[in-house]
């Protein structure tokens, strides 16, 4: 279990991480969503004694993570693939872990085999890899140590579709027999397929937290009109919340805070023809994720 | 690359696992040493202390006049490259965390910098021991061959006392090198500046202590390469160790203690 509390981090007058509470429990994967530059990476490496704290606290299982005796046995930490001595062999990138630790070397091989890394590869230097296989060897080695925690920063990042597949179903095994998968990820596609709970960051501050499941329900119900003004102010004058919507791609959408059955009634009172009328999961949780970090987008650009 | 879609990771039982004993430091200092040979770079840099130790051997052997082939001159011919390798290595053993990024991984399985520092500390200097210990070897082959071949007798002019100091110059030199790692952790700018604090500071210092007599008398008190310079010339008075302590705190204790502090409660990115 990992316990942020209050965990704030300040350069100078810029606040990277503002006021970060969350519990990442353990038995599930939470993903740890927000576009990029949004304090992500600084709130993981805080948590891993990496960068100091302004203020606030990281917990792993109740300890702070310099208090643990051999860490690396109990968090398994991918916060970089790159992040490695180029002319280093994969596999002794590998050995030198599993030695710091105090493990028996066969530890080395069955993680190679668990990311896939032939001894060709693995006996290549790190200089001549790919992003995709410095990935796997970066989760290769955050799971040397069997962990019951890991921290994954972007591990999606450069792996083939292929290749997410088997590390989606590698994080879910971990989290279904008990360990703690945090994982961050500036697509919430790839975060929706596999988080049990979200915890979405924009300009270092926590906008939405909660299981998936409560995220996309408050995501409420999608409606396409050609009148979308005059149906905004029908549905407002009734007491929902609306907001225009960039899901579908055109101007005419709207997404409300309520039950498709609730919107069509009003419409149909105001005289309004719909195009379109769904419940907007789905979709949904793209268009909160772009919302709710729409301040901090460098395009700016939603709605 | 296959892809295949593993059972869950093996070992992984999901049972509570006895706590962790501390990693000993005898560990940390024992992943450092291997740290400093497996990569190419390192290998290298290594294997160029034997390797400059023989050329340096040979050419003694080659060029120096039979008058010259004694210990002395042997010691000196390899303590020259030795001089300019060791800091190098002690360098690189700091700032490749940093400018390779491999500190992202090294202090999170170790959280506590001071120790990775420490261990990388003592792997330098048992490095810069042995290599020094390797080269004197080398250089007494070079010696015992060097006299039969001209037919001169062999001479054995430098004492254990006077090896000792240059081990102990050497030492005090990557000791710099490893300073300057710690303060500026970026592997050329350390290296640059290794050579500006050994090469250029004391050519500076010589030009004011030959022009400014003031200067001349506080130079061995605050010119650290000039005290260091005492300890090659084979013996040490008194007041040359206070030289070296005095120089020695203002150029190397302060700036490492300073680096140290920084180096700990700084990012690692």
Do not use: C
Request: overall charge negative; hydrophobic content about 45%; aromatic content about 6%.
């Amino acid at each position: 279990m990992i316990t942020v509390a209050s965990l704030t981090r300040t350069y100078g007058a810029f606040t990277a991480v503002d006021d970060i509470t969350f519990t990442a429990e353990a038995g599930r994967v939470t993903g740890f969503l927000g576009p990029n530059g949004a304090g992500k990476s600084t709130t993981m490496r805080i948590m891993v004694g990496l960068t100091p704290a302004t203020s606030g606290t990281a917990h792993i299982n109740g300890q702070r993570f310099s208090d643990l005796p051999n860490p690396g046995l109990e968090v398994g930490v991918l916060l970089d693939a790159s992040a490695q001595h180029a002319g280093r062999t994969g596999r002794e990138i590998l050995t030198v872990a599993q030695r710091m630790m105090g493990l028996p070397a066969r530890r080395v091989d069955e993680m190679l085999e668990l990311v896939s890394l032939t001894p060709d590869e693995a006996g290549r230097r790190v200089r001549h890899y790919s992003l995709g296989m410095r990935q796997r060897l970066g989760i290769a080695t955050a799971l040397l140590g069997d962990p019951g925690v890991l921290i994954l920063d972007e591990p999606a990042n450069g792996l083939d579709p292929a290749g997410i597949r088997w590390m989606r179903d590698l994080l879910r095994g971990y989290a279904d027999q008990g360990g703690t998968v945090l994982l961050s990820s500036h697509l919430l596609h790839e975060i929706e397929v596999i988080a049990d709970d979200l915890v979405v960051i924009g300009q270092g501050r926590i906008v939405a937290q909660g299981t998936k499941a409560e995220l996309l329900r408050a995501a409420g119900t999608l409606v396409r009109t050609h009148d979308a003004p005059r149906l905004a102010t029908a549905l407002t004058a009734s007491g929902m919340s609306v907001v225009p919507s960039t899901t579908t791609g055109g101007t005419d959408a709207l997404r409300v805070d309520a039950d498709p059955e609730l919107v069509g009634k009003v419409a149909q009172q105001a005289g309004i023809a719909l195009a379109e009328l769904r419940a907007a999961d789905g979709a949904g949780l793209e268009e909160m994720f772009l919302e709710l970090t729409a301040d901090t987008q460098r395009e700016g650009a939603v709605a | 690359m296959t892809t295949t879609t593993l059972a869950p990771a093996p070992g992984r039982t999901g049972t509570p696992k006895p706590a962790p004993s501390p990693i000993p430091l005898s560990r940390i200092t024992a992943v450092e040493l291997r740290k400093s040979f497996d990569t190419r770079s390192g290998f290298w840099l290594l294997a160029s202390i034997g390797i400059t130790a023989v050329l340096a051997t040979g050419a003694v052997l080659l060029w120096a006049p039979d008058s010259e082939l004694t210990y002395d001159t042997f010691a000196a011919a390899i303590g020259f490259p030795m001089a300019v390798i060791l800091p190098m290595i002690a360098v690189l053993s700091v700032t490749s965390e940093w400018s390779q990024r491999s500190g992202l991984t090294t202090f999170t399985l170790v959280p506590h910098r001071s120790r990775v520092i420490l261990a990388k500390a003592l792997v330098a200097i048992g490095v810069g021991v042995a290599s020094m210990l390797l080269a004197f070897g080398i250089g007494a082959i070079g010696n015992i061959a060097g006299s039969a071949i001209a037919g001169v007798p062999t001479v054995w002019d430098d004492g254990f006392g006077v090896l000792g100091y240059i081990v102990l110059g050497n030492v005090l030199g990557l000791l710099v090198g490893f300073m300057l790692g710690t303060v500026i952790r970026n592997s050329a700018g350390a290296i640059v500046a290794y050579f500006v604090y050994s090469f250029v500071l004391p050519t500076l210092s010589m030009l004011l202590a030959n022009g400014q007599q003031w200067f001349r008398d506080l130079q061995p008190w605050i010119d650290f390469n000039f005290a260091q310079g005492q300890l090659f010339n084979g013996s040490m008075s008194g007041e040359q160790w206070a030289h070296l302590g005095v120089a020695g705190t203002i150029w190397l204790v302060a700036p490492l203690a300073a680096g140290l502090a920084m180096l700990m409660r700084s990012e690692v990115k």
